[in-house]
């Protein structure tokens, strides 16, 4: 199932794509939003990159950076829950109607963790400790590049483009990538 | 050198404590699983972790009885005691097996099975470690918006949250759970779920 099909079934995916109620006008009208990756589709209330690789200009692509950096907790934190929840590093092995529950019993347990673990350090097990594969089965489920394309580009979001403006008014452009042995130049 | 003396001694003593409780209780000899109404203590199992105990349950001691207390009214009274079942639970939520969570407990699998899922109940229906996000509150709204920005150092300061979708593997479900099985294989190339979730600037799912 692709990240977008699922997003429009869930309640929130629903809610902030109609973004019809009046807690949805609230947030839109304080210019707040919610990043995603390109694997979604841009509305007033979701952030999503502007699509394509090359040829964006400078300020889209700065855009891009920026938001990215807010994707990257995301990504960083279902690295932690899966890394503390070894139940997760191989497939789970029970009735489907279970499934959920267990799911998000292991995403409240890394919460539960985050909030009251004083040493802040994701206790894990060791290398020799257990059958923790490399290959790790829950794989990161986004960032498929997305062409620009006729679909993309009828998305009209003015979010994206406000946001655009926000970063080329802070003058921000994406850092310059070093490359690996530019500490000799 | 000492050091390592000392560290040895005290090894020797929890290993010792731990295998004089097991003897005692009359295990030994049998090979049946452990009688289920006679699990260990909860120093028993403590003591048999010694230093891995933190590693063991995917967090620290205090962290861990801070979570045996507020589950603590939602867990079944009598039978196994609270820390054991959370212990059980995170044991079996850190991807231990159940054939070693049940030994090191002393409890027969059945009992085992049924605990982690007395364990999964309780959170589930503990309200403050419910998934939630405050979003109605301005306070909220801005506390969140500044971290991402402060966290990333970027311009924008109107981010609530970032979202994405992992997919979790699973056993290939049953036709008879599913309509179409096929549906459920991800582009990974195994079966999976679609799990989307959103997160906040300080790593917390929301």
């Known amino acids: 199932m692709h990240d977008s099909t699922a997003f429009a079934g869930s309640d929130f995916g629903a809610w902030a794509t109609a973004a019809s109620d009046s807690l949805a006008r609230e947030l839109i009208e304080g210019s707040y939003c919610f990043a995603g990756d390109e694997a979604y589709a841009a509305s007033e209330l979701v952030a999503v990159p502007w699509p394509g690789r090359g040829g964006l200009n400078q300020w889209r692509d700065a855009y891009n950076f920026c938001q990215s950096s807010a994707r990257i907790h995301i990504e960083q934190a279902f690295g932690k829950v899966v890394q503390r929840m070894g139940v997760l ?48 089965l829950v794989q990161d489920n986004g960032a498929v590049a997305v062409a620009a394309g006729p679909r993309r580009a009828r998305q009209q979001s003015h979010l994206r483009e406000r946001m655009t403006r926000e970063v080329e008014a802070a003058g921000r452009l994406r850092p310059p990538v070093r490359g690996m042995l530019s500490f000799i130049a | 050198m000492s050091f390592w003396h000392d560290a040895r001694d005290q090894l020797a003593v929890n290993h010792a404590a731990a295998a004089a409780y097991t003897y005692t209780s009359g295990v030994l000899g049998s090979y049946r699983s452990p009688s289920p109404n006679n699990p260990a203590s909860f120093r028993a199992v403590r003591i048999s972790y010694g230093d891995c105990f933190a590693r063991a349950m995917r967090m620290s001691e205090g962290c861990f009885f801070k979570l045996v207390d507020v589950l603590r009214p939602h867990l079944p009274v009598g039978g196994i005691s609270p820390e054991l079942r959370v212990s059980m639970g995170l044991w079996y939520y850190g991807g231990g097996s159940y054939l070693d969570v049940a030994a090191v407990h002393r409890v027969s699998h059945s009992t085992f099975d049924n605990s982690v899922w007395e364990f999964t109940d309780a959170v589930s229906s503990t309200k403050n470690m419910d998934i939630t996000m405050p979003i109605d509150d301005p306070q909220w709204r801005a506390r969140t918006a500044a971290l991402f920005q402060q966290r990333g150092d970027s311009p924008l300061n109107n981010i609530l949250g970032a979202f994405d979708g992992i997919a979790i593997a699973q056993e290939p479900p049953t036709a008879r759970d599913v309509s179409f099985v096929a549906d459920h294989m991800s582009r990974k190339g195994f079966f999976a779920i679609n799990t989307q979730a959103m997160c906040d600037a300080n790593y917390e799912i929301t």
Do not use: C, E
């Open chain 1, 89 to 136: 590093w191989r497939p789970l092995r029970m009735s489907y109607a279970k499934l959920p529950v267990v799911i998000q019993t292991a995403f409240k347990l890394h919460n539960f963790g985050r909030r009251h673990d004083s040493t802040g350090v994701v206790h894990v097990t060791g290398p020799n400790d257990g059958p923790y594969d490399a290959r790790s």
